[in-house]
């Protein structure tokens, strides 16, 4: 199947079942979904489980997708992410040191392939950029919340601060970053 | 909730992490409020592309055939997935009702499947009522593989078992053990099948040192087991 289907019609495919369709839109989001789901639970057999079970959520829950709120990918990659932050919940694991996941993004990746990622490599390039200029304390804020799936009570309490400035910490990293990504969107 | 009140929260809220009764209040806001609506998507945006810089790495081989696998557009092995597949499964199968319904609600606004987080509090409230760490299935085989129940295991203080045996096999059941992790073998001496099947009571170790559980009969080759 050729990369010119659009990821709409891939996903319409794996809803009806067609094997074709589910093998590509596998192949164009596994390293990403994959990738994702290792950065989050950082157990390779587990980010595999995941990984499968966010293809599978795909395929039950394909109807429910709506173009008008996002990007197959990024719609995909919800489902990821939260599968995993899910898991590490469940299993209770010890919260990842937020920098360990930073370095993780600003290494890129290997497999890497511009021709099928939704941002421009300069642009992602620019997203990592803008977490770096990140002050720490709302780095590590911004990562635990959107990474690992911690609230801002549970960020408060592993940055040993009090909610109301973990909440600023969130907020003001957010609001960086969309100032960031509109400047990126102008030039 | 007040606009000033959501626009403070909408960084949360386009991250999914903000806690059920506020989202929910905000929810009950953005549906009547463009504004803020508007506000809280361009956040979601930005929230979006963080899960998109992620570093892109290929998974094992054969990756995507698990996936036509388990989605039933290609053959199934006849062993038996792995047990940490199975668990996942396991919960996935159980909560994924809950989930869907969360799912549809939340996508409304800021996306699909964001309470998912919901979901795993609620089973990490449930365990911690108990004392538990863990709560899973694993399929009862027979000699020739085939599937003749479901051992559910649960690790707290104590850690218990929940048997139940498909109509087919239960008769032939008279005794039970557990194998340990580290070479043990315990009878399960109150084990007593019911007439539906089940059975399930307290076990003298932790579910963690417990390699399988088999349920014997009278011959040689009636043998059921499970492996945690």
């Keep these: 199947m050729s990369s010119a289907v659009s990821d709409e019609a891939l996903l319409s495919g794996l809803a009806a079942g067609d094997a074709d369709a589910a093998t590509a839109f596998t192949r164009r989001f596994q390293a990403r979904v994959y990738g994702l789901v290792l950065t989050i639970v950082h157990d390779e057999g587990t980010a595999e489980d995941v990984a499968q079970e966010t293809f599978v959520r795909a395929w039950r829950y394909a109807q429910t997708y709506d173009p008008r709120r996002g990007r197959v990918a990024t719609w995909l990659l919800t489902i990821a992410r939260n599968l995993a932050i899910d898991v590490i919940r469940v299993k209770r694991a010890e919260p990842l040191d937020p920098d360990v996941v930073v370095r993780k993004l600003q290494r890129g990746s290997q497999a890497e392939n511009p021709a099928d990622q939704e941002l421009p490599p300069d642009e992602r390039e620019r997203v990592r950029g803008a977490i770096t200029q990140l002050p720490p304390e709302q780095r590590r804020a911004l990562v635990l919340a959107a990474y690992l799936g911690r609230t801002a009570q549970e960020i408060g309490e592993l940055e040993g601060v009090a909610l109301g400035t973990a909440k600023t910490r969130i907020r003001s990293a957010m609001l960086k970053l969309r100032a960031s990504l509109e400047a990126t969107n102008e030039v | ?228």
């Design chain 2, 1 to 228: 909730m007040r606009c000033d009140e959501v626009r403070d929260l909408a960084p949360e809220l386009a991250l999914g992490i903000a806690d059920g009764e506020q989202r929910a209040e905000a929810l009950r806001h953005l549906s009547g409020c463009a504004d803020c609506r508007r506000a809280v998507e361009q956040l979601t945006q930005v929230a979006d592309e963080l899960l998109t810089v992620a570093p892109a790495q290929e998974p094992p081989a054969g990756f995507e055939t698990h996936v036509a696998r388990a989605i039933g557009l290609a053959e199934r092995p006849a062993r038996r997935p792995r047990a940490r597949r199975l668990r996942l499964r396991w919960l996935a199968l159980r909560v994924g009702p809950a989930l869907a319904t969360a799912a549809v609600t939340a996508a409304a606004m800021v996306g699909v499947y964001r309470d998912d987080h919901q979901t795993a509090e609620r089973y990490r409230a449930t365990l911690a009522e108990a004392n538990g760490h863990s709560f899973q299935a694993e399929t009862l085989t027979d000699g020739t593989g085939a599937r003749s129940g479901v051992a559910f295991g649960y690790e707290g203080s104590p850690s218990w078992l929940l048997l139940t045996v498909d109509r087919s096999h239960r008769d032939a059941v008279t005794r039970g053990e557990l194998r340990t992790k580290d070479g043990r073998t315990i009878p399960l001496r109150s084990l007593h099948l019911d007439a539906q099947g089940s059975w399930g009571g307290a076990i003298p170790v932790k579910l963690y040192e417990v390699a399988s559980v088999r349920l014997l009969g009278q011959g040689p080759g009636d043998v059921l087991q499970a492996s945690f």
